[in-house]
């Protein structure tokens, strides 16, 4: 047998193919049992890690800082610090405070270069996370490369770690970085935005819209509606006159119908007979939000307007007037004689119940 085997080829090659298949079934049944007890033995560092810290978080939640805290292992840093991130995120500024100093106790700086920079990029999210609720300034410069990488959340990570350091010295740099990052969600900037405080980004902010190209006005814009009125309403009034480009003056109008002033009509006033329909649309909106009874006589024409967009915003404006009860949108109604005034008006009339 053994030399029928050694003489024909066809049976060696047979012969040796199932012994290396054997081979091979072998060695992914032995893989596959080292990934078992590799993921047992991960699962089951993580449970002590949660009940050796447990307590100590308790604690704090207490606002007591603990006497003594374990010094922390590198091979638990991703789990410790993805728990503490989370507990950062949900609780009062003053907790936050005491959370980081009980991380600084654990050693955790210690560790936090070598993530920046490992390979896995959830470690070196954690990580640009942790610097910045830290508030470790010595990665100023290797935060501002990495703001500029091409993955969209380790640069967020890096944008957001700024802003915390320093939020003075942040806005200008995130301003020019933001016109070419189409690639980040503006929901997410200004969530961030938000997070730093009204307080410390309403100056910062306002000067650096305002420095900006005309190129990158249309989307720096938006974000002066998390500053304040008082900064954010002269930078508008400056740029409705100094770029009268639709592209501009669009983002500036829905910035204005933001803050609920009344003296803001009558930077919308102009706009309302705009060529470009999208702006008288806009306008018609923001004044909705603004307007007071004298604005009627603005916005009765614009009920007759080529434009179905411009027609339906100023009828929503009109209902939004303080002094507009059914009586006096009756009468309003009568004494219409476009067909297509009548209709958009029942048309927003009927959209919010009324007759």
């Known amino acids: 047998m053994v030399y029928a085997i050694s003489s024909d080829p066809l049976l060696q090659w047979v012969f040796w193919t199932g012994i290396l298949l054997v081979l091979v079934t072998v060695l992914l049944l032995l893989m596959v049992f080292w990934l078992r007890l590799s993921l047992l033995y991960k699962k089951k560092r993580q449970q002590a890690l949660m009940a050796t810290w447990a307590p100590i978080w308790e604690q704090c939640a207490q606002n007591q800082l603990p006497e003594s805290v374990p010094v922390l292992r590198r091979d638990d840093l991703n789990t410790f610090l993805a728990f503490w991130i989370n507990l950062h995120e949900i609780a009062e500024p003053n907790l936050q405070e005491l959370y980081s100093l009980v991380v600084l106790q654990a050693g955790v700086q210690r560790h936090l270069k070598a993530a920046f920079y490992s390979r896995h990029n959830r470690t070196r999210l ?55 990052r189409t690639d980040w969600p503006a929901a997410r900037l200004s969530m961030m935005l938000m997070e730093v405080g009204i307080d410390a980004i309403s100056q910062p902010l306002a000067q650096a819209v305002e420095q900006a190209s005309a190129h990158s006005l249309p989307r720096l814009i938006p974000y002066l509606e998390m500053t304040s009125a008082q900064q954010a309403i002269p930078v508008l009034e400056r740029l409705l006159k100094q770029h009268p480009l639709p592209e501009v003056v669009l983002p500036c109008l829905q910035v204005v119908g933001k803050f609920s002033q009344f003296s803001n009509r009558a930077l919308v006033y102009p706009w309302l007979q705009h060529p470009q329909a999208t702006l008288r649309a ?34 929503q404006a009109l209902l939004r007037l303080p002094h507009m009860d059914s009586p006096r949108l009756a009468a309003l109604k009568s004494g219409l004689s476009d067909p297509f005034a009548v209709d958009v008006l029942t048309r927003v009339m009927t959209e919010q119940g009324l007759r």
């Not at 969209?152 to 320093?166: I, Q």
């Open 282 to 315: 806009e306008a018609a909106k923001a004044l909705g939000k603004l307007a007071w009874a004298e604005d009627e006589p603005r916005l009765l024409p614009l009920l007759s307007d080529t434009e179905l967009l411009v027609r339906y915003r100023a009828a």
């Open 126 to 180: 954690l990580a640009i996370t942790a610097i910045g609720f830290l508030r470790d300034t010595s990665y100023w410069d290797a935060l501002q490369q990495e703001a500029m990488s091409k993955n969209p959340f380790l640069s967020l990570a890096a944008v957001r770690a700024l802003l915390l350091l320093e939020v003075e010295r942040a806005i200008p740099q995130l301003l020019q970085w933001l016109p070419q």
